[in-house]
C-alpha cells in the first residue's frame, strides 16, 4: 500500500516564486490535511477538507491555498513564496472507521531564500 | 486555538531508565493521541485515548488520559534506543474536525 504520498519531497523557492505540493492517497478517506512542522512548535493545521468538493482553514492559512481535486488529491499551493513558509509540511488522511486514525506522508521539506 | 503544551521539550536518558512525558492543556478534548515521528518521516499513531481516567498500555509504553480529559501522559519502562525520536500528542476538539498538535519531545535513549 502506498497509503499518503507527497510530491515534491524537496524544493527551494525564491522569494516571490509559487508553487504547489501535490498529495494523493489511496485509502478511501474522506478526510485529508495539510500541516506545517517547524522546530519546537509541533504540527500545525493550515487546511483540512472534511469531504470531497470541501476546504476549510486551519490554524496558520495565510499564504496558502488548497484544492480538493477529487477524493484521492489534496494539493497546497504557495502563490508567492515567502521565507516564512520555510517549513517541513505533512499531508495527511482520516480514517473514521479505524479509530480516527490519521495516516500522514513523508512530508516536504521546502526552502524559501 | 486549543493549546497542547508538552514537557520536557528534549530528554536524553540512558537505556533501562524509565521515562514520563506530559501533555497538558486547559482545554477539554474528545481524545487524545500519541503520536511517534522519526526523522525524515511522518507522524506515526502510537495510541488513542477517549475516556477520561482511561490507561492504556503498549508494551512498555503506558499511556494515560487525564480524569478532566485535558491531559495526558506517556510512561516508557526500560527505555531502549530504539525508542529513541519525538514524540507528539494531538487532542481532536468536540466537534471532532480538528486535530491540535503539542510541540513534541524529542526523547534520546543512549546504549
Known amino acids: 500500500n502506498a497509503g499518503v504520498t507527497q510530491t515534491p519531497k524537496f524544493q527551494v523557492l525564491k522569494t516571490g516564486q509559487s508553487m504547489t505540493l501535490q498529495c494523493a492517497q489511496d485509502m478511501n478517506h474522506n478526510s485529508m490535511y495539510w500541516y506545517r512542522q517547524d522546530p519546537g512548535m509541533g504540527l500545525r493545521l493550515i487546511y483540512y477538507s472534511a469531504s470531497e468538493g470541501t476546504t476549510d482553514k486551519g490554524e496558520v492559512p495565510n499564504g496558502y491555498n488548497v484544492s480538493r481535486l477529487n477524493k484521492r488529491e489534496f494539493s497546497l499551493r504557495l502563490e508567492s513564496a515567502a521565507p516564512s513558509q520555510t517549513s517541513v509540511y505533512f499531508c495527511?488522511?482520516?480514517?473514521?472507521?479505524?479509530?480516527?486514525?490519521?495516516?500522514f506522508g513523508e512530508g516536504s521539506w521546502l526552502t524559501v531564500v | 486555538t486549543q493549546l497542547l503544551e508538552q514537557s520536557p521539550q528534549f530528554l536524553s536518558i540512558q537505556e533501562g531508565e524509565n521515562l514520563t512525558v506530559y501533555c497538558n492543556s486547559s482545554s477539554v478534548f474528545s481524545s487524545l493521541q500519541w503520536y511517534r515521528q522519526e526523522p525524515g518521516e511522518g507522524p506515526v499513531l502510537l495510541v488513542t485515548?477517549?475516556?477520561?481516567?482511561e490507561v492504556k498500555k503498549l508494551k512498555r509504553l503506558t499511556f494515560q488520559f487525564g480524569d478532566a480529559r485535558k491531559d495526558s501522559s506517556l510512561h516508557i519502562t526500560a527505555a531502549q534506543p530504539g525508542d529513541t525520536g519525538l514524540y507528539l500528542c494531538?487532542?481532536?476538539?468536540?466537534?471532532?474536525?480538528?486535530?491540535?498538535f503539542g510541540g513534541g519531545t524529542r526523547l534520546m535513549v543512549k546504549p
Open positions: 495527511a488522511s482520516r480514517s473514521i472507521l479505524s479509530g480516527n486514525t490519521i495516516y
Open positions: 494531538a487532542g481532536r476538539n468536540n466537534a471532532g474536525n480538528m486535530l491540535t
Open positions: 485515548v477517549v475516556t477520561g481516567g
